[in-house]
């Protein structure tokens, strides 16, 4: 479970950073 745990957060921080679609955000940097 803690695995899946930082998985999780993994995602939720690459979504705050990128956004929904990263190479959308990246292209547009």
Request: aromatic share 4%.
């Amino acid at each position: 479970m803690m695995l899946q745990n930082i998985r999780v957060q993994a995602l939720d921080v690459d979504d705050l950073i990128f956004g929904d679609s990263g190479e959308q955000t990246v292209s547009d940097r």
